[in-house]
């Protein structure tokens, strides 16, 4: 009984330190956000944030965690239409939450950019996932890896289904289309952040009908 209080515990104060980050990324970079601060917000002291976060990056790790969990909610709820449209149920789940908080946005597409590249993280914890996800039923097993694990899934699965040709070859068209969802919004954000969305389907479908077209 401890021990689950305990995990509640934890799993509160780091969703807490995760709140507390997000309107402030919508007005300061990272740097300038001071740990006593968050702390403040979150009620904790500076040695329990940093028991649980050695950095504050690491805290920004943490939150592209906890988005990609429930970006990828979203996406299953698109999967009975096939693995191809799952890629674009969170891809359109993600320019409605750069058109809400584009400067907060960027900065996580900053950093999950540099973490696909090799960066390897805990996964979220049962307790935290339950908490954030209010107790959906998908909690247990969504990923919350990032585009680095969900694109090559997806991108397999949709050729075993015959959405795309059987040769065609996942890594390629995994960077392809990561290269979207990091490149339009970075594009748009400021200019256009409403046009990210359908940006976003036409540069899939193209990438799509593309891959079937060569590799076909």
């Known amino acids: 009984m401890d021990h689950g209080l305990r995990d509640r515990n934890r799993a509160k104060t780091r ?54 969990l429930r970006m990828g909610v979203v996406a299953l709820q698109s999967a009975q239409l096939g693995p191809l449209e ?7 789940a993600s320019a409605e939450q750069v058109q809400e908080h584009p400067r907060v946005m960027l900065s996580l597409i900053a950093h999950q950019a540099r973490w696909t590249q090799g960066t390897q993280t805990p996964p979220v914890e049962l307790v935290e996932r339950l908490l954030w996800l209010d107790d959906h039923p998908k909690a247990a097993t969504v990923s919350d890896q990032g585009l680095g694990e969900l694109l090559p899934l997806w991108i397999t699965q949709a050729i075993q289904a015959g959405e795309l040709p059987p040769d065609t070859p996942v890594m390629e068209l995994t960077l392809a289309a990561a290269s ?16 990210i969305g359908p940006m976003y389907r036409s540069q899939l479908e193209t990438l799509w009908a593309g891959a079937r077209a060569r590799f076909g």
């Open 86 to 92: 799952s890629i674009h149920a969170f891809y359109a």
């Open 180 to 195: 979207i969802f990091f490149g339009v919004p970075l594009l748009l954000a400021q200019s256009s952040p409403q046009a």
């Open 15 to 68: 969703v807490a330190l995760v709140e507390a980050l997000v309107p402030r990324l919508s007005e300061r970079e990272l740097e300038d956000i001071p740990v006593r601060e968050l702390c403040e917000a979150a009620e904790i002291s500076q040695p329990t944030f940093f028991n649980y976060f050695p950095t504050k990056p690491d805290l920004l790790t943490h939150f592209v965690q906890l988005w990609s």
